[in-house]
Nanobody
Framework: VQLQASGGGLVQAGGSLRLSCAASKMRIAIYDMGWYRQISGEERELVASIGVTGNIKYADSVKGRFSISRDNAENTVFLQMSSLKPEDTAVYYC????????WGKGTLVTVSS
């Protein structure tokens, strides 16, 4: 299984980024999927999830600014991030919410003030 996150980069505060996560050897349609982030020195946290039936949850810290979606046909999960803040700076990963697979390398998002 490979979970390849992409789309990160350097952005100014208030800016936007769209992350993508392409899965291989794993059919995401049968999994609740999530976006996680790991801020340097802290534990990895779940920031957004989308269930098999489309139910969506967000961490309070990103609610109203981030939007998760999925394309089962393309086996890809997306995270649209807007109104970015410096505290959103982290490495972002996707994975199943349960029955997690090996973590991919993630994609680095850096938000400058």
């Amino acid at each position: 299984v490979q979970l390849q996150a992409s789309g990160g980069g350097l952005v100014q505060a208030g800016g936007s980024l769209r992350l993508s996560c392409a899965a291989s050897k794993m059919r995401i349609a049968i999994y609740d999927m999530g976006w996680y982030r790991q801020i340097s020195g802290e534990e990895r946290e779940l920031v957004a999830s989308i269930g098999v039936t489309g139910n969506i949850k967000y961490a309070d810290s990103v609610k109203g600014r981030f939007s998760i979606s999925r394309d089962n046909a393309e086996n890809t999960v997306f995270l649209q991030m807007s109104s970015l803040k410096p505290e959103d700076t982290a490495v972002y990963y996707c994975n199943a919410v349960r029955s997690r697979k090996p973590w991919g390398k993630g994609t680095l998002v850096t938000v400058s003030s």
